[in-house]
Nanobody, 128 residues
């Protein structure tokens, strides 16, 4: 059973930092593409960062230079280090995986429909 569990959300002031973590289980983690998405109230869910099985990384323009995604295949975890946070970063943050039946997932997938499993989300709130 595939399971993704996010942690590390919270409330911070503008300019602060948070580190989110996603714990994965139930699938061959090292071969999967992983991603962080976020959804603010009244807005569509959007890609924040992606990392594939070869550790190729993409970021949304809005977070480039402030956020950093990483994965630990030994611990089956993915982290998102968020620095210089802004009020517009306030959202529910979701971990997602694009899991293939075989082989390694390679490439950058930025649409929600390209991911087949999701976590429950963790809330990030940034005050000005």
């Amino acid at each position: 059973q595939v399971r993704l569990m996010e942690s590390g959300g919270g409330s911070v002031q503008s300019g602060g930092s948070l580190r989110l973590s996603c714990a994965a289980s139930g699938f061959r983690y090292s071969s999967a593409c992983m991603a962080w998405f976020r959804q603010a109230p009244g807005k569509e869910r959007e890609r924040v960062a992606t990392i594939d099985s070869a550790r190729q990384i993409t970021y949304a323009d809005s977070v480039k230079g402030r956020f950093a995604v990483s994965r630990d295949n030994g611990r089956n975890t993915m982290d998102l280090e968020m620095n210089s946070l802004k009020p517009e970063d306030t959202a529910m943050y979701y971990c997602a995986t694009r899991r293939l039946p075989s082989g390694n997932c390679l490439g950058s997938f930025v649409s929600t429909y390209e991911y087949n499993y999701w976590g429950q989300g963790t809330q990030v709130s940034v005050s000005s």
